[in-house]
């Protein structure tokens, strides 16, 4: 007899998916110039064709201090990055905004990292990040339910019931 073990996939987030039409390999992370400027700026999840548009100032050939970047893919606009960068990498309190979603609150290493709230389409989650993912407590509330406790690598387990928010489903093992 095989467990039971439901598992609701909230959304899968925009700043871990691709569309399926392009098959495309993501990389570990990567520094992108600012072909204007030269300035760089950190990009945790980086797919062929990415460009970044940066304003703010540039220190050392890096993104440094308030500013913005607009992240552009085979030159059409996707994302845009609000807040505070150190050595190219956005970092303290800021936001970024995609097609499909919206994370506001604390960076580290240019990935959400501490208190912060994520919506993606029909579904929030507000509560502890820590390498871009719901980890720590938090609360996801989506067109099922409210969940709330404590999260690990954007997975919640309540009894049989997996739930993971920004994660594949079949990442919470």
Request: glycine share 16%; charged share 20%.
């Amino acid at each position: 007899m095989t467990r039971s073990n439901l598992t609701m996939g909230l959304l899968l987030g925009a700043l871990l998916s691709s569309p399926p039409a392009q098959a495309q390999t993501r990389n570990t992370g990567d520094f992108i110039s600012d072909p204007k400027s030269g300035c760089k700026v950190w990009d945790p999840h980086p797919f062929a064709g990415e460009t970044a548009s940066w304003s703010g100032n540039c220190i050392e050939g890096f993104a440094q201090g308030p500013g913005s970047v607009l992240w552009s893919r085979d030159g059409k606009p996707f994302e845009k990055d609000e807040g505070s960068w150190d050595r190219g990498r956005q970092s303290g309190r800021g936001s970024q905004d995609w097609g499909s979603g919206r994370y506001q609150g604390e960076f580290v290493g240019g990935e959400p990292s501490g208190q912060g709230v994520m919506s993606l389409q029909t579904s929030r989650y507000e509560g502890e990040f820590r390498n871009g993912k719901p980890s720590g407590e938090g609360t996801a509330t989506n067109l099922h339910g409210v969940y709330k406790g404590r999260w690990k690598d954007g997975c919640l387990r309540q009894g049989e019931k997996t739930i993971a928010f920004a994660v594949p489903s079949s990442s919470c093992h």
